[in-house]
């Protein structure tokens, strides 16, 4: 099993940033893929992120130039960097991995991750 942890969710005015940590413990491997979500109310998860072990990363369209997903592979961690955030960011932000992963592909579907941390709120006022 694998347990993720996120944290630095919070309140911040548009414009402004925060980073998201997610910490993985338990029987991890360092060929994965780790990806960020993120729910709104009344919303459907949509992906946000997502890197893999190779190095390949993907966004989703509306946060390409503000958001930087990146990885300690010694401290098993991965963190989405939000810059120049807006109030349609808000939404509860959770992260997910999949364990292992061989092929190096990065993944945008939500079905595709074996592990999913219990999420933490993002709120951006304007």
């Known amino acids: 099993q694998v347990q993720l942890v996120e944290s630095g969710g919070g309140l911040v005015q548009a414009g402004g940033s925060l980073r998201l940590s997610c910490a993985a413990s338990?029987?991890?491997?360092?060929?994965?893929?780790m990806g960020w979500f993120r729910q709104a109310p009344g919303k459907e998860r949509e992906f946000v992120a997502a890197d893999s072990w190779t190095g390949s990363t993907d966004y989703l369209d509306s946060v390409k130039g503000r958001f930087t997903i990146s990885r300690d592979n010694a401290k098993n961690t991965v963190y989405l960097q939000m810059n120049s955030l807006k109030p349609e960011d808000t939404a509860v932000y959770y992260c997910?991995?999949?364990?292992?992963?061989?092929?190096?592909?990065?993944?945008?579907?939500?079905?595709?991750?074996?592990?999913w941390g219990q999420g933490t709120q993002v709120t951006v006022s304007s």
């Open positions: 997910a991995a999949k364990y292992p992963s061989y092929s190096g592909s990065v993944y945008l579907n939500s079905r595709s991750y074996d592990y």
């Open positions: 338990g029987r991890t491997f360092s060929r994965n893929v």
